[in-house]
């Protein structure tokens, strides 16, 4: 009965890889987020999804893509892999004027 | 746009004793305010939030934050502070400058509270 679910929790992979995280909310939420929280715990958004309407917030590199299949869920899809991406990645899902709620978090080391 | 600030890298509490977390905002028209605690190796859990009304709000786990006006702040309070009080603190505003109204954190309080 977890509100917001994220898969995996860990992952470890070598530079230059295409890998996905999966996210998936039971709230009935409209909205659905990926923040991501670097080694100093900054936290910062990445991308909004609403309605089929994408939010991407400028800074974040093209190789980061969201899916979303259904209101339910919005995967992450990060190809060529680098060094730099290594970070906790957090899934949300919220209505547009109300509290978020977040997934426990993806650990994903680049080597 | 809309940010804000958490001046406390680091607060310490003595356990029993009232605790206090600061956060000031940044905004254009209206706040939304927004706390939020995160234990080692977990999510986010939401606490409590300020969109309009009184200016006291109470939230989960005994914590409530008090909305200045005047002093822009957003300050989390908690009268009696528990070890397991002890956790990383993020303030948040409610992005409305784009229509994905995003959450922008500010950088976090550690807080610590001693037996």
């Known amino acids: 009965d977890t509100a917001v679910s994220q898969t995996p929790k860990y992952l470890v992979t070598q530079m230059g890889n295409d890998k996905s995280i999966k996210c998936e909310q039971n709230?009935?939420?409209?909205?659905m987020y990926w923040y991501k929280q670097d080694s100093k715990k900054f936290l910062k958004i990445m991308f909004s999804?609403?309605?089929?309407?994408?939010?991407i917030n400028e800074t974040v590199p093209n190789r980061f893509s969201p899916k979303s299949p259904d209101k339910a869920h919005l995967n992450l899809h990060i190809n060529s892999l680098e060094l730099g991406d290594s970070a906790v990645y957090f899934c949300?899902?919220?209505?547009?004027?109300?509290?978020?709620?977040f997934g426990p978090g993806t650990r994903l080391t680049v080597t | 746009a809309q940010s804000v600030a958490q001046p406390e890298d680091q607060v310490n509490v003595a356990e029993g004793n009232p605790l206090t977390v600061k956060c000031t905002y940044s905004?254009?028209?209206?706040?939304?305010l927004f706390w939020y605690v995160q234990y080692p190796n977990r999510g986010l859990q939401f606490l409590l939030k300020?969109?309009?009304?009184?200016?006291l709000v109470k939230g989960s786990y005994g914590f409530e934050a008090e909305f200045n006006k005047s002093q822009t702040s957003f300050h989390l309070k908690k009268p009696s502070a528990l070890v397991s009080d002890s956790a990383l603190y993020f303030c948040?505003?409610?992005?409305?400058?784009?229509?994905?109204?995003?959450?922008?954190f500010g950088k976090g309080t550690s807080l610590l509270v001693t037996p």
């Open positions: 949300a899902s919220g209505r547009l004027s109300y509290e978020q709620y």
């Open positions: 709230l009935g939420h409209d909205t």
């Open positions: 999804y609403n309605n089929k309407e994408l939010i």
């Open positions: 905004v254009s028209g209206n706040p939304y």
């Open positions: 300020y969109i309009t009304g009184d200016n």
């Open positions: 948040a505003v409610r992005d409305v400058e784009n229509s994905g109204y995003a959450l922008n």
